[in-house]
């Protein structure tokens, strides 16, 4: 008892004030706020990911005294969702207001919407095949003979249904406009699906290889000439298809192709032979295309040589 009468006027004015305080408090007037706030998403699993619309803000009705309302702040308050446990799927979450984060003194009155719907995949990851681009043309006479990038694949990761769904990467374009000799440039990776990460390197060098533009060339009626020793040939000629560099196509002449078989190791009877076409020096690039008929028959000559 006595030290509970000890400092007794001093405890007497400390209670009287705390009363006073609280009639204060309580009759001071209250305020109402509306305020979209983040919806923030606690202990994600590491190996799902979140598809379709997801809700990144409610709208939050705030109460409380206008001198807290008036210090409120928009990063002090945020919609806490705890995704512990969560698994590949549907997940319908309600919130109240335990679930809103607030300072002291201000209470949740309403939360819009009260109901959200997460949809969870299984992050999957897969390699894709980098489709290189180029635009603009090469110089007169000239043609893009190949592009290609390095890497030619690249590893990307993303919900499992939006992964199965991609084919292909593509790059920026890289211009060949007038070019008459190979394009290199570095450029950046995009994909059609922005969901979608790419893993590693977001760039690749792209090689657009430009050269002298191509042309066919027919030759009728060459004669086939046998190798290795004296044969009757049938048919005794035959077509042949050259590409090349323009340039070089357009100077060949029928003398150029040599047509020929190889008799050697073949025994005494008739044979089918594949027909061989050598091409004369000094006309690098051109290459035999097709040779009709591609095949030739063979008989031997005994006692001849060629």
Known sequence: MRALLQNLPLK??????????????????????????PVELQNFPRDLELTGDPVD?????LRASPGVMQ???????????????AGEGER????????????????????TPAIITLNFERTLQKVLPVRPRVLGRPAPGHEVAEVVSEPSEIRVSGPKSRVMEVESAFTEAISVDGAQTAVVDDVNIGLEDPVLRIQGSPRVRVTARVREAQEKRTFESLVVSPRGGAASVQP?????????????????????????????????APRRAPVAVE????????????????????RPLRGKTE
Do not use: C, Y
């Open 12 to 37: 007497i004015a400390s209670l009287g004030l705390a009363v006073l305080l609280w009639f204060v408090i309580a009759g001071e007037k209250t305020s109402e706020m509306g305020l979209q706030v």
């Open 236 to 268: 005794q000629a035959v077509r042949v298809v050259v590409r090349g560099p323009s340039g070089v196509i357009k100077r060949l002449r029928p003398g150029d192709l040599r047509p020929f078989v190889e008799l050697s190791g073949g025994g005494a």
């Open 71 to 85: 210090q409120l702040g928009p990063s002090e308050v945020s919609a806490q969702i705890d995704l512990a446990g």
């Open 92 to 111: 319908i979450v309600h919130l109240t207001a335990d679930a809103i984060r607030v300072p002291f003194g201000v209470t949740v009155v309403r939360i």
């Open 279 to 298: 091409i004369a020096p000094g006309n690098a690039g051109a290459t035999i295309v097709e040779v009709v008929p591609p095949e030739v028959t063979l």
């Open 57 to 61: 803000k409610v709208e939050v009705r």
